[in-house]
């Protein structure tokens, strides 16, 4: 698959999927950071150990917006082959609130002749990448709190805790990316006797990376897309473009087919830290008119420094 021939594909689908109209809830808007959340097979993705809290939704003062919080630390082993993740997240919105415990596990085989590693970190082209992600979720929903009475529905209050497994593939090399995933794919089984059940959740992503400078990691663009789509309900797509140059900063903007613009600005300090402001603002009446969200990174070892 040629450079050209992948740029052309990656054009024709960011076209057509930038035409999808969709209304459904946002998925994470810092998922370029922690993509392991939605595709296990980004695992061990980094050479050194990387630790990422974020928050997003914490500035609303209006009761029951949403609001996000997660914990990552993705790790690798000497052997490159192999990759390890594991985190919380904690969802809120208006009564329901939800925490997921999990752990990833992916496995690495480069496609690239003479190639025993497969070093995602320097771009080494042609590896494909399985992963698997094992949690407990944490699901409640404070019904009392909508005040609803003479309704059965509504008098408990709801509280479970299930299993969740998510699946993932994903192919990289220098120019080319491109994963797929399913979320939550035991879900069918999921079920109770308050009849709580989580929908399976299928994401397809890909981008192009351009190096404008002869430097590779100077200055770098990076289009990409996200799809998503949960069973009986429209699809959601996300496009986004982050340009950065070296590792000192980067900015951002994408769209997102729930009628949403985002914007960031990314800034790396002292060799070991990173951080990323996002900003996500609805273009159509809604009572939540934007979001705020941070990023904080530390990366260990040799830190976000060109050297490897």
């Known amino acids: 698959m040629t450079f050209q021939f992948r740029y052309k594909l990656f054009s024709i689908l960011l076209f057509v999927l930038i035409s ?3 209304q459904q ?32 939704g914490g500035f609303h003062q209006i009761d029951g917006a949403p609001r996000t919080i997660s914990g990552i630390l993705n790790t690798s082993f000497e052997s490159k ?11 809120q919105i208006g009564v329901t609130s939800s925490s997921l415990f999990f ?4 496995y690495k ?69 491109a994963g797929l995933s399913a979320t939550n794919i035991i879900s069918s089984s999921t079920k109770n006797a308050t009849k709580l059940s ?38 959601q797509v996300d496009s986004n473009f982050i340009f950065k140059y070296k590792h000192i900063f980067e900015i951002g903007t994408g769209y997102r087919s729930t009628n949403a613009i985002n914007v960031l600005a990314g800034l790396y300090a ?10 996500n603002f609805r273009t159509n009446n809604s009572p939540v008119n934007n979001t705020h969200g941070l990023i904080l990174r530390y990366r260990f070892g040799n830190g976000f420094s060109s050297k490897r």
């Not at 082959?81 to 969802?91: H, I, N, P, Q, Y």
């Not at 698997?132 to 709190?145: C, P, V």
């Open 109 to 177: 085989i480069p496609l690239r002749k003479n190639s025993n590693n497969a070093r995602w970190w320097d771009y080494n082209p042609k590896v494909i990448s399985m992963g698997i992600t094992a949690g407990i979720m944490n699901w409640s929903e404070d019904l009392a709190r909508l005040n609803i009475t003479n309704d059965p529905n509504f008098e408990n209050n709801i509280k479970e805790t299930f299993p969740v497994i998510h699946a993932g593939i994903l192919y990289n090399d220098t120019h080319f990316f």
């Open 103 to 106: 752990g990833s596990y992916a």
């Open 25 to 56: 809830s946002p998925v994470l808007a810092n998922y370029n950071y922690n993509t392991v959340l939605i595709n296990p097979a980004h695992a061990g993705f980094y050479k050194d150990s990387d630790l990422s809290l974020s928050s997003r």
């Open 81 to 91: 082959r192999t990759g390890l993740a594991a985190g919380v997240v904690s969802d």
């Open 198 to 235: 989580v929908e399976k959740s299928v994401y397809a992503h890909m981008g192009v990376r351009f190096f404008i400078s002869k430097y590779r990691d100077h200055i770098t663009l990076t289009p990409s897309v996200l799809i998503k789509h949960v069973s009986g309900a429209p699809v």
């Open 270 to 279: 002292a060799k070991h830290w990173h951080l990323v402001y996002n900003y």
């Open 20 to 22: 999808v109209q969709a």
